[in-house]
């Protein structure tokens, strides 16, 4: 018997009009953190929810100014970077309790960045046994809690 799981997140994005400038760029600028799944903003980073996630708890840190290459970021910027980074992966062990975290760059379109010249850091929770036949044959994923329930179990937990 065939069964069809549903990702309606996913729909969203594949039949919108793509925005022409930097959705990074727009968010940071915004002022309205929680529609954009911005949840910790820093001196010359912000922590952002990916909106079409991998997985979920899937974070990107990126830096407010607009730069495609990690050589072209400040000292600051690469130091808080990381920090965020440490303190993303410390909640996401502490709340979600993954087995594993993939973190990385996607640099350039051949290596999968949708967004390729506003550089940002993926950080991916990961579950033994979440690689299934889901992604392959069907290009679904399923996801075990909704995108704003996840932001608001998250939003808090990255306050000072």
Request: include cysteine.
């Amino acid at each position: 018997m065939k069964k069809t799981i549903w990702a309606p997140w996913r729909i969203e994005y594949i039949l919108s009009d793509k925005e022409a400038g930097c959705f990074l760029c727009k968010m940071l600028a915004e002022d309205n953190d929680r529609d954009n799944l911005l949840l910790k903003r820093g001196k010359t980073c912000a922590v952002v929810m990916n909106r079409y996630p991998y997985t979920g708890g899937h974070l990107m840190i990126a830096p407010y100014r607009h730069l495609e290459h990690l050589k072209d970021m400040t000292p600051e910027e690469r130091i808080e970077m990381m920090d965020l980074t440490i303190e993303a992966v410390e909640i996401l062990k502490a709340e979600l309790k993954p087995d594993g975290l993939n973190l990385g760059y996607n640099l350039g379109a051949a290596a999968g960045a949708g967004l390729k010249d506003h550089i940002h850091q993926h950080i991916v929770p990961r579950w033994v046994g979440d690689t299934n036949f889901m992604p392959v044959l069907s290009d679904t994923r399923v996801m075990p809690q909704a995108l704003m329930e996840q932001y608001d179990v998250l939003y808090p937990l990255f306050k000072d």
